[in-house]
T-cell receptor
Framework: GQQLNQSPQSMFIQEGEDVSMNCTSSSIFNTWLWYKQDPGEGPVLLIA?????ELTSNGRLTAQFGITRKDSFLNISASIPSDVGIYFCAGHRYYGGSQGNLIFGKGTKLSVKP | GAVVSQHPSRVICKSGTSVKIECRSL??????MFWYRQFPKQSLMLMAT?????????EQGVEKDKFLINHASLTLSTLTVTSAHPEDSSFYICSATGGAVGYTFGSGTRLTVV
């Protein structure tokens, strides 16, 4: 199935550093969502974006819905060890009067710097 | 907040047998449920979308006779992997949405076929 282009694929963080990741698509989405997934668990919603240009924060997390509706970024400020995990972007699109569905990026894996 | 309960969390079965996975919305009516499959170190891939009382819509390449989906009530959807084979081993995740509740994910089921 279709996927979004998410980068970087992986990154190492040191406590206190800021982290940035982004997703791009050739298609327009109505909604952008950012999820975090811990090993062996389902994704947990971090931030939902509903309007082009929207900038939303959730604690140390900030995400923006690109003005073209084809991209989004997620920033994590002052990272802490529990930020480790896999982050997924997801775009939601309606089609044909249906509920629509989510298309997921390939994920960004955050690990602690050795 | 909205909760989706998925069971079992882990299952090991013999090749050729069938396995049923349940997904329940605990505090909201899930008009639409989604089933995803996630292979190790990969993203979530949508398998099928089911609306309560209707036949599921399967994504291209997903065998509907192998992955039976039932969504008979507004709080329960089941995925049955029939005649499972080792290549069906994966992490299966359900998601539900309904009313004002956006996409809420279950905690996943790790299926191992031996």
């Amino acid at each position: 199935g279709q996927q979004l282009n998410q980068s970087p694929q992986s990154m190492f963080i040191q406590e206190g550093e800021d982290v940035s990741m982004n997703c791009t698509s050739s298609s327009i989405f109505n909604t952008w969502l950012w999820y975090k997934q811990d090993p062996g668990e389902g994704p947990v919603l971090l931030i939902a974006l509903y309007k082009a240009g929207e900038l939303t924060s959730n604690g140390r997390l900030t995400a923006q819905f690109g003005i073209t509706r084809k991209d989004s970024f997620l920033n994590i400020s002052a990272s802490i060890p529990s930020d480790v995990g896999i982050y997924f972007c997801a775009g939601h699109r309606y089609y044909g009067g249906s509920q629509g569905n989510l298309i997921f990026g390939k994920g960004t894996k955050l690990s602690v710097k050795p | 907040g909205a909760v989706v309960s998925q069971h079992p969390s882990r299952v090991i079965c013999k090749s050729g047998t069938s396995v049923k996975i349940e997904c329940r919305s605990l505090d909201f009516q899930a008009t639409t449920m989604f089933w995803y499959r996630q292979f190790p170190k990969q993203s979530l891939m949508l398998m099928a979308t089911s609306n309560e009382g209707s036949k599921a819509t399967y994504e291209q390449g997903v065998e509907k006779d192998k992955f039976l989906i039932n969504h008979a009530s507004l709080t329960l959807s089941t995925l049955t992997v029939t005649s499972a084979h080792p290549e069906d081993s994966s992490f299966y995740i359900c998601s539900a949405t309904g009313g004002a509740v956006g996409y809420t994910f279950g905690s996943g089921t790790r299926l191992t076929v031996v």
